[in-house]
Structure formats: structure tokens, C-alpha cells
């Protein structure tokens, strides 16, 4: 999840719509990947441009599963800690694929896909191979 506090709260409330607000800033406490999505939502005949910061699996799934000629995903890059990306440092990289599934102890596990090159997976300290997961299934 991402969190802020009031302090940062920025610009009149409502300004863009109902139950919308602006933040100055966005905290992240745990190191696990999120996900920065473009979009193109149409709307009365034009094509408004978004990009969402989106905190989780889950909530991805779900955009990702809202999507229709008016409300398209364009591009999806997944924002990894150090530790899954082996540099040591939070990298921001093309999403190509996303799976789900889970290990021989009933643990989810996430395979994110980078650029069709290389795999990242969020199970911290374990070799995952995508062929022994049970349930796997694709997101993205």
C-alpha cells in the first residue's frame, strides 16, 4: 500500500471530481514491487490519457480485468526493491508477463516477466521454478 499523511494533501479536494484529492507525497514501508500503469480512457469522443500507481497484484488484476474499448491499458512497469532485482536498488522496468501461483508449502508466489528478457519472482531467498507452482495462473 501506499500512504500519506493530510500534511501532504495539496490543491483544493474535489478539484478533479468528486472523492479525488492531490498528494504531495506517497510512502511505501514494505519493499515489494508495485506497478506504474498508462492508460487511455475515452470519453465523450476524446482520449484522455492516465497513468495509476498501483500497489499490489490484486488491484492490478483487477484494473487490468476492467478494461474496455473506452478504458484501455497501454503500458504496465513494475517497480522492484533491490533485493528481486539483484542491483540493490528500486529499478523501474517493462512488464511483458505476470504470473500467479503457489509453492509446495501453499505460499504465493509472483513471476513478473521483464522486457521478454529476464524473471523476477517475490518469493525472498528461494529458487522458484515457474513449472513447480500449482494454480499458476496468468495476470498479465
Not at 506517497?26 to 492508460?39: C, D, I, M, Q, S
Request: proline share 4%; with cysteine.
Amino acid at each position: 500500500m501506499f500512504r500519506s499523511h493530510e500534511a501532504f494533501a495539496d490543491g483544493t479536494p474535489n478539484i478533479f471530481g468528486d472523492g479525488y484529492s492531490n498528494w504531495r507525497i506517497f510512502e511505501r514501508h514494505l519493499a515489494h514491487p508495485w506497478y506504474h500503469v498508462v492508460l487511455e480512457e475515452c470519453s465523450d469522443g476524446k482520449v484522455w490519457p492516465r497513468t495509476m500507481m498501483i500497489s499490489d497484484i490484486d488491484m492490478l488484476d483487477e484494473i487490468l480485468s476492467q478494461q474496455t474499448s473506452e478504458f484501455v491499458i497501454t503500458e504496465i512497469q513494475v517497480v522492484t526493491p533491490g533485493w528481486m532485482n539483484k542491483t540493490g536498488k528500486w529499478i523501474m522496468e517493462g512488464l511483458s508477463g505476470l504470473l500467479v501461483g503457489y509453492d509446495s508449502t501453499g505460499c504465493r508466489v509472483c513471476l513478473h516477466n521483464i522486457d521478454d528478457e529476464k524473471a523476477y519472482a517475490d518469493a525472498p531467498g528461494r529458487l522458484i521454478d515457474a513449472h513447480s507452482l500449482k494454480g499458476l495462473r496468468v495476470i498479465f
